[in-house]
């Protein structure tokens, strides 16, 4: 039976460093890490998201400001809100919820953010200083998978990850942490998505295998190796009428199965959800630091 993956007890141990280093940094330089969360209509999923942010910035002592806006929000309106918190010296951090009603033009959005406040890391510049190695924000689910493994005791170095997923937000950066020459990385990846061919036989052969399909069941056992570890980034909701709220969470792997054979699994939910949140706390706090160019 494989170990269990604990994101919410890594997650934990991580906020628990980061909230005296927030006392610290008030302390010792009246400075208070400031995040604006902008929600941009009313999707259920993502109005749960912003509120996991907001409580995780009340329970670390960072300020945070929640803008709610209406569905039909004009992309000009948006833009110029991002423009004032741009400005705005109580704020580190501009976080804009993810996915955006289709009258906005996400990449106009998201490019529109200082990228010395882009703590979710998506802004062309931050990109673009991950895929050469140089420092910057690192987007928070990626950067959370690295930590997630580090501080389970997985070693990175020299394994083969297999990514499962290209989307900008997970599959992508994910690889392009671990193949990075850094200590933390050094991994040989291969990414899998929905135009490979023969994508068990490229699964099969992961030490390390990351489900970041988004869709339910995508990775089953016979897809996998004896002692695999498998990090489950998937977030779907599917129906379940004994469910209190009418459904459930699941990953993208079927983990009843998969976890037979791996050696390591993290679950869904408590996996790697914790640690997206602590990872955008920890963008905030470094934010926060460098505005005042401090360490
Ligand atoms: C947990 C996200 C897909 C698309 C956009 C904890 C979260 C989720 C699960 C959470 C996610 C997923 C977020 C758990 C933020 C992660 O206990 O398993 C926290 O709040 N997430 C998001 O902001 O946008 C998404 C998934």
Redesign the pocket.
């Known amino acids: 039976m494989a170990k269990i993956i604990d ?2 007890a890594v997650a934990e141990e991580m906020r628990e460093e980061m909230k005296t280093q927030v006392e610290e940094l008030k302390e010792k330089y009246g400075l208070t890490p400031g995040l604006a969360v902008v929600l941009v209509g009313e999707d259920a ?2 109005q ?3 509120r ?2 907001a409580r995780a910035c009340d329970k670390l002592g960072v300020f945070s400001e929640e803008y709610r806006l209406p569905a039909d929000y004009q992309e000009e309106k948006l833009l110029e809100l991002i423009e004032k918190l741009n400005q705005n010296p109580k704020i580190h951090g501009i976080l804009v ?3 955006l009603p289709k009258q906005i033009d996400e990449e106009r959005v998201l490019t529109a953010i200082d990228p010395a406040k882009d703590v979710d890391g998506f802004h062309p510049v931050n990109v673009g200083r991950l895929m050469i190695g140089k420092p910057g924000f690192l987007p928070c ?1 990626p950067h959370g998978i690295q930590q997630l493994l580090l501080r389970s005791g997985i070693e990175i170095e020299g394994k083969h990850v297999v990514v499962v997923g290209r989307s900008n ?1 997970v599959g992508k950066p994910v690889a392009m942490i671990l193949v990075q020459k850094k200590t933390g990385a050094n991994a040989t990846v291969t990414i899998c998505h929905t135009r490979t061919r023969d994508m068990a036989y490229h699964t099969r052969q992961a030490d390390i295998l990351i489900a970041a399909a ?1 869709r339910p069941g995508t990775i089953t056992a016979e897809m996998v190796k004896e002692g695999v570890v498998v990090i489950d980034v998937g ?1 779907n909701r599917v129906e379940d009428s004994t469910a209190p709220k009418g459904y459930r ?1 699941a990953g993208d792997v079927d983990f009843e199965a998969v976890s037979k054979k791996a050696s390591a699994i993290s679950p ?7 640690m ?2 602590t990872m955008l706390m920890h963008n905030t706090i470094e934010a926060a630091k460098m505005s005042q160019h401090i360490e």
């Open positions: 994101g919410k999923a993502s749960v998201y912003v996991n942010k919820q993810l996915p689910t937000i988004g977030v969470l869904v939910p408590g996996g790697v959800g914790p997206t949140i």
